[in-house]
C-alpha cells in the first residue's frame, strides 16, 4: 500500500482546518492524526505480509491448495491460467477467458473424496513428495467419461493449467474403471465379485487405538455396512504408478476425516473386493 508522506499530509489537514475554523490548527494534532493514519497503514501491511506467509505455505502441499482454492474466489481468480485451453476429446482446444471455479469443483465439495493408488505404501509416500504436476480427475462411472484438471506448480504456486475430457478406456486405470463403475450400480453383480474370505480391519467402536481383524464371506459383506462410492469419484494423481492387478481405493471424508481403504485385486479375468480398511 502507498504511504502518504508526512509532509503532504500535514499540509492538508492543516489546509482543511484554518478553512473550518479560520485558524491554523496546532502541530501536535495533526501529528497525532498522522500517527493514527501511518499505525492503520504499518497495520494492513501486517496482514498483507501474514496473508503471503499463509500463502506461501498452502502452496507447499496440493491437498491444502486444492480445498482453499475451491472455496476461496480470490484465489480462484488468481491461480486460473487464461487462456485456459479445454479440448473434449480429440477436438482443437477451446481457450478460455473466463471459468466458474466453484460450479467447476462443485464435485470436491461433497461428504468424502476418493484417490486410487497401486498399492497402499503410496498413500504416504505421494502426499509427502514435492510435486510439480497433479492431475486431478473427476470420473462419472454412469457416462463412462471424466474430466481431467491439469495442476501445475509455476513459481512456487499452484495453477490450473488445462482442462481435459477423456472416456474411461483410455489410460492404465480403464479396465479397473469399467468394473467398478458395474460394481458400485450392480448389487448382484457386486456381491459375486466379493473374495470368498474378504479380510477387514477396523477401529473397535469401543476403544479409540484398538482394531479388530477377521473375515467375511460375501453375504456378510451386504450387512457388513460400508458405503462404496457410487455414480461419480474422484482421483488425484499425484505422480503414482498404477499395478494392472491391485488398485487400493481411498474413501477420505471431508467433515470427519475419516478414511476407508477398499483394496481390488485381478485373478485371471475378473477383478474381486478383497479387503476393506477403516
Known amino acids: 500500500m502507498k504511504r502518504i508522506s508526512g509532509l503532504g499530509l500535514t499540509g492538508l489537514l492543516a489546509a482543511m482546518c484554518i478553512a473550518c475554523n479560520g485558524r491554523r490548527t496546532e502541530a501536535p494534532a495533526v501529528e497525532e492524526v498522522e500517527d493514527s493514519l501511518t499505525e492503520a497503514v504499518d497495520s494492513l501491511d501486517e496482514e498483507e505480509e501474514q496473508e503471503a506467509v499463509e500463502e506461501a505455505r498452502m502452496d507447499e502441499i496440493f491437498d491444502d491448495f486444492m480445498f482453499t482454492f ?21 477436438d482443437k482446444a477451446e481457450m478460455l477467458h473466463k471459468l466458474d471455479c466453484t460450479r467447476e469443483f462443485a464435485f470436491m465439495d461433497g461428504d ?9 505404501l503410496q498413500i504416504d509416500e505421494q502426499k509427502e513428495r514435492p510435486h510439480d504436476r497433479v492431475l486431478v ?38 479396465d479397473f474403471l469399467t468394473f467398478y463403475a458395474r460394481f458400485s450400480a450392480d448389487s448382484l453383480f457386486q456381491q459375486q465379485s466379493i473374495a470368498h474370505r474378504l479380510s477387514y480391519s477396523m477401529l473397535d467402536p469401543e476403544s479409540d487405538d484398538t482394531y479388530v481383524e477377521g ?55 475378473t477383478w474381486r473386493l478383497v479387503a476393506y480398511e477403516n
Open 70 to 90: 475451491i472455496h476461496n474466489r480470490r484465489l480462484q481468480r488468481e491461480r486460473v491460467v487464461y487462456p485456459l485451453p479445454r479440448t473434449n476429446g480429440g
Open 112 to 120: 468424502f473424496y476418493t484417490v486410487l493408488y497401486g498399492n497402499s
Open 137 to 174: 480427475e473427476h470420473i462419472l462411472l454412469d457416462s463412462l467419461s471424466m474430466q481431467v484438471y491439469d495442476f501445475e506448480r509455476r513459481d512456487g504456486k499452484w495453477v490450473l493449467a488445462a482442462i481435459r475430457a477423456q472416456d474411461l478406456h483410455v489410460g492404465e486405470l480403464s
Open 215 to 269: 473375515t467375511l464371506d460375501a453375504s456378510q459383506w451386504v450387512s457388513f455396512g460400508a458405503e462404496m462410492p457410487r455414480g461419480e469419484i474422484t482421483n488425484i494423481r499425484y505422480g503414482q504408478t498404477y499395478n494392472p492387478h491391485h488398485v487400493v481405493m481411498q474413501k477420505c471424508g471431508l467433515a470427519d476425516g475419516m478414511q476407508e481403504l477398499f483394496t481390488f485385486e485381478k485373478r485371471g479375468k
